[in-house]
C-alpha cells in the first residue's frame, strides 16, 4: 500500500501574506489575537474566511458560519483564486521565530492506514487521545465542505533522511512572511514525485523496522504531530462514504485521503512543548496544598510541575510516573479541582502565556516539563496515545498556518 501520495494541491493566486492563518485550535483564550487577525485580512481572500477560530466559537453561530465558510471555499474555486498543481508534492521550508528552519513535504495520506483508536495496528497511529465527541461537527463540516485546508501535520522516524533526500527542489510556488509572528515559508514543488514516493514508501520496510525498533510487530510507520482530531473527522467521514460507492472507486474517491504536512521527526528545528493546564474562573486559595496532596504518593526526584496562582509559586518534583501518566493525573487533579471549586480548564501554549494567565484573578495553572522527542514513537507503540493536549510542537506561533487546499467532493 502506498500511503504518502502525491496530490492535486490548490495553491492562491492572491496576496499570501492576507492568506495564510493559523490553525483555528491556538491561541483560545487570546481573541485579541483573532481580532487583529480579522483587521488585517478584511475582505481580501484568506483562510480565515475559510474556517471559525475556536476562541469565537462563544460569540458566533458555528452552523451559520459552517454555511459562510463553505460559500467562500466555493466563490474562491468558481472565481478563480485556486490555482490547481496536479499529481504535485511541495517541499517547504519553514523558518521559525527563532531562526531555525522546519522542513515538510506535503502530500496527501491514504486514510485506509490511518486509525486512532486506543489497540489499533495502523500503520499511520494517534499519538494522542481523540475526544469523539469532537469529531461529529468536524466530519459535518467535512460532509458539506468542497475543500480540505488541512492544518495536519504527520511524524516520520527517518534517522537516514531517506525522503528528505529524495525531494528536489522544481518550480518555487511561495514565498512570504507569515502574519502575527509565524516568521516565513518557502515552497517548491517537488521535481521527481516518483523518486519521493519510493522513498517514502521504504519507511514501512519490515527490515528496517526491525533495526529501528527491534520488532516490525506493531510498528509505527508514520505518527501524528498535529490535526489528530482532523484527520480523524476525515477517516470517519471516509468510511461514511465507503458505504455508498462500489469497491471499484476507492482507490480514486477524493474522500479516501487527506492532504497533510510530512515532517521528518529527527529535524533539529523539532522541539516538543508542553501544553500547560490553566483553570479560569476558580476560587484558587486551596489549589497549591491540595495539588501537593494529589500528588504526595509519587513526591520525590523526578519531573517538575509548577503549581501558579495570584498568591504565589511553588515548584514539585514527581517521579514513578512516565510523561504521559503525569499529564494525565495533572488532568485528573484539575478536573477534580473545578468540580470542587468552580472554573474551566483551558489548554496554554508557551511558559510566559500560561505564568501570565495563572497569575491572574480567580486563576491557577500548572507548569508542564518538556517531552523528550524520542519517546514519542517507542512510547505510542508500547502504551498507546498519550493523553489528551500532552505536547506541542513548537509554540502556538510556530504551528502549521493554513495555506494549501485539495477538493475532497
Known amino acids: ?120 495496528s495502523s500503520l499511520i497511529r494517534a499519538t494522542e487521545f481523540t475526544v469523539e465527541d469532537r469529531l461529529p461537527p468536524r466530519v459535518k463540516i467535512r460532509r458539506n465542505a468542497p475543500l480540505e485546508m488541512p492544518h495536519i501535520m504527520i511524524f516520520m522516524d527517518d534517522a537516514e533522511n531517506m525522503v528528505f533526500s529524495a525531494a528536489k527542489k522544481g518550480e518555487k510556488v511561495y514565498d512570504f512572511k507569515l502574519m502575527q509572528g509565524g516568521g516565513s515559508i518557502k515552497g517548491w514543488l517537488v521535481s521527481d514525485v516518483n523518486e519521493l514516493a519510493e522513498a517514502a514508501e521504504k519507511l514501512g520496510d519490515e527490515q528496517l523496522l526491525i533495526k529501528k525498533y527491534g520488532s516490525a510487530d506493531n510498528a509505527i510507520v508514520f505518527a501524528m504531530g498535529d490535526g489528530n482530531h482532523s484527520l480523524a473527522a476525515a477517516k470517519r467521514h471516509w468510511e461514511e462514504v465507503k458505504t455508498r460507492i462500489p469497491e471499484s472507486e476507492y482507490d480514486s474517491c477524493p474522500a479516501r485521503y487527506a492532504l497533510a504536512e510530512l515532517v521528518n521527526i529527527h529535524d533539529e528545528s523539532i522541539a516538543f512543548e508542553p501544553i500547560h493546564k490553566v483553570i479560569f474562573d476558580t476560587d484558587p486559595s486551596a489549589f497549591i496544598e491540595e495539588a501537593k496532596a494529589f500528588f504526595a504518593e509519587n513526591s520525590g526526584d523526578g519531573r517538575k510541575i509548577r503549581l501558579m496562582t495570584g498568591e504565589g509559586d511553588e515548584e514539585i518534583s514527581i517521579s514513578g510516573m512516565t510523561i504521559g501518566q503525569l499529564i494525565g493525573a495533572c488532568e485528573d487533579f484539575c478536573k477534580g479541582y473545578t468540580e470542587r471549586c468552580g472554573g474551566y480548564i483551558d489548554y496554554i501554549h508557551g511558559d510566559e502565556q500560561c505564568t501570565e494567565m495563572s497569575h491572574r484573578s480567580g486563576c491557577a495553572g500548572i507548569l508542564l516539563p518538556r517531552m523528550e522527542k524520542s519517546e514519542l514513537f517507542t512510547s505510542v507503540m508500547g502504551a498507546g496515545p498519550f493523553p489528551k493536549k500532552s505536547f506541542s510542537i513548537g509554540h502556538g506561533n510556530d504551528k502549521r498556518y493554513y495555506l494549501e487546499c485539495r477538493k475532497i467532493r
Not at 26 to 42: A, D, H, I
Not at 54 to 83: C, F, H, R, W
Open 1 to 120: 500500500m502506498q500511503i504518502f501520495k502525491p496530490a492535486d494541491i490548490l495553491l492562491p493566486d492572491c496576496d499570501m501574506h492576507k492568506w495564510s492563518v493559523v490553525a483555528c485550535d491556538q491561541f483560545t483564550s487570546e481573541p485579541e489575537y483573532w481580532r487583529s487577525v480579522r483587521e488585517l485580512v478584511g475582505t481580501a481572500p484568506s483562510t480565515l474566511h475559510m474556517m471559525l477560530p475556536e476562541a469565537e466559537l462563544g460569540e458566533k453561530d458555528p452552523e451559520a458560519e459552517s454555511v459562510k465558510i463553505n460559500a467562500a471555499m466555493q466563490e474562491y474555486l468558481d472565481s478563480g483564486v485556486l490555482k490547481c498543481f496536479p499529481d504535485s508534492y511541495i517541499y517547504l521550508e519553514r523558518t521559525l521565530q527563532n531562526g531555525m528552519v522546519r522542513r515538510g513535504i506535503v502530500g496527501k495520506f491514504d486514510l485506509e492506514a490511518y486509525d486512532w483508536r486506543d489497540g489499533t
